[in-house]
């Protein structure tokens, strides 16, 4: 879908639109804050171990450049192994940086929001529900979940320059980045193609010329996944008889979520999938039908890649069964893909109660500070198990045990004890 004419406000927000979502960003931090004590705890796990032996061994510009697992990364490794090196090992300053890519984010989805016309009371619902839910623990307290947040930083900067300049070579930049960060950054491409072929009135370039443009922007999600078809290892190699439990994951993950979370359901079955289902898709075909402009371009995207990114999950995780569709690392680009939706859902709804604009506001206003502070007082609840399991444990296991099992690294049970702590000694992780 094309996106109508620009407008300039929208492009060249004001001082004070600036100043808020800026405010947005570092607010996005609380639970980082409040919670420090609970985050330090966390240390190096799993696949944490397996990227740094790799780079260790075989060098770190060679490793740049090889598949990991179903991935092919080599910003993500770049700036997630420079980062290592530049911190001398401190996993707390591996999280913090996560934390602030992900503030960066809830920055950046409020400017596109703006950018697309949508009230400051849809902005505010969208951004407290994506950025401060515990929902999303397991992404903001482990290292190599930097690789999906930094992919949605780039997709979200993708979005911003398409819709200011279709064709430029930022949005084109910002879509390579995207890819290249992580497996499901190929769907920025396909999006913004999709976008850039959608016919538009009084188009200033020719169709022929407008589609070359468009197809443009799959050069590097094309390029990214056929590395990952040729080169990397996971389920896309035997789908064979399994294109059925693809699917069904896959629907579970898109229907389920994030509202299986954030309302703390506790049914699995299909009718609260159904149920779930058709309330999504029923909000996506509400808010399509009444976003105008660019709010219309903005919703079509996000559903498209929440689709996207459910399908791509049913062929990567359909083998680690179905109560993992919605666990907490798949939530993150769920809630990007409906948060601005529900959002504008809300706005529309608060907007239609019969009281004076400074009343109503004084009131969104009063009821957003509580469902935030709500949030933030669920972090707790979701991080002593996780940081016991991810940080007090590997931390007995790897540097207080004097004979641990050589088999007992946390999280990747296949990797030797002895070289895990040799990794630690030599790279001062800490």
């Excluded at 990364?73 to 911190?87: D, M, N, S």
């Excluded at 389920?235 to 979520?257: P, S, T």
């Excluded at 948060?339 to 009821?367: E, H, Q």
């Amino acid at each position: 879908m094309r996106p109508t004419r620009p407008n300039p406000t929208a492009d060249a927000p004001g001082r004070l639109d600036r100043w808020i979502l800026l405010a947005s960003g570092v607010l996005a931090l609380m639970p980082l804050v409040a919670y420090h004590r609970l985050f330090a705890r966390l240390f190096w796990f799993g696949d944490e171990f397996d990227l740094i032996d790799q780079f260790d061994r075989i060098g770190f510009g060679h490793w740049l450049w090889t598949v990991f697992a179903e991935n092919y990364v080599p910003l993500f490794k770049l700036l997630w192994g420079g980062a290592i090196f530049l911190f001398d090992g401190s996993y707390a300053a591996m999280i913090v940086l996560l934390w602030l890519t992900h503030g960066l984010n809830v920055a950046f989805l409020g400017r596109v929001m703006r950018a697309c016309g949508l009230s400051w009371t849809a902005v505010a619902v969208a951004l407290i529900a994506f950025g401060l839910t515990a929902a999303n623990f397991e992404t903001l307290a482990w290292s190599v979940q930097w690789s999906a947040v930094l992919s949605s930083t780039f997709m979200l900067l993708a979005i911003e320059a398409f819709l200011r300049a279709p064709f430029g070579p930022a949005s084109y930049g910002w879509t390579a980045a995207s890819a290249l960060s992580f497996s499901r950054g190929v769907l920025t491409g396909g999006m913004l193609a999709c976008a850039g072929l959608w016919p538009a009135p009084r188009a200033a370039d020719q169709p022929s010329e407008r589609k070359l443009r468009a197809l443009a922007y799959l050069v590097p999600s094309v390029g990214v996944g056929l590395l990952i078809t040729l080169l990397a290892t996971g389920n896309h190699r035997h789908m064979g008889g399994h294109f059925g439990e693809a699917a069904v994951y896959g629907i579970w993950n898109y229907c389920l979520n994030p509202a299986h979370r954030l309302l703390s359901v506790d049914s699995f079955g299909w009718r609260t999938v159904v149920l779930s289902g058709l309330c999504k898709l029923a909000l996506a075909a509400w808010a399509i039908a009444r976003g105008t402009g660019r709010q219309r371009v903005l919703f079509v995207l996000l559903v498209g890649f929440d689709l996207g990114n459910a399908a791509l999950l049913g062929v990567g995780r359909y083998h680690t069964g179905l109560p993992t569709a919605v666990a907490s690392r798949y939530q993150y680009a769920s809630l990007i893909g409906i948060a601005p939706l529900a959002g504008f859902w809300v706005a529309r709804l608060w907007d239609r109660i019969p009281a004076p604009v400074a009343l109503r506001s004084a009131a969104a206003t009063a009821l957003l500070v509580f469902v935030a502070v709500l949030m933030v007082r669920q972090w707790p609840g979701e991080l002593e198990a996780f940081t016991y399991s991810r940080g007090t444990q590997p931390r007995e296991t790897l540097l207080a045990d004097p004979h641990p099992d050589p088999h007992s690294v946390p999280g990747i049970p296949f990797f030797d004890v002895g070289r895990a702590k040799a990794l630690i000694r030599k790279y001062n992780l800490h």
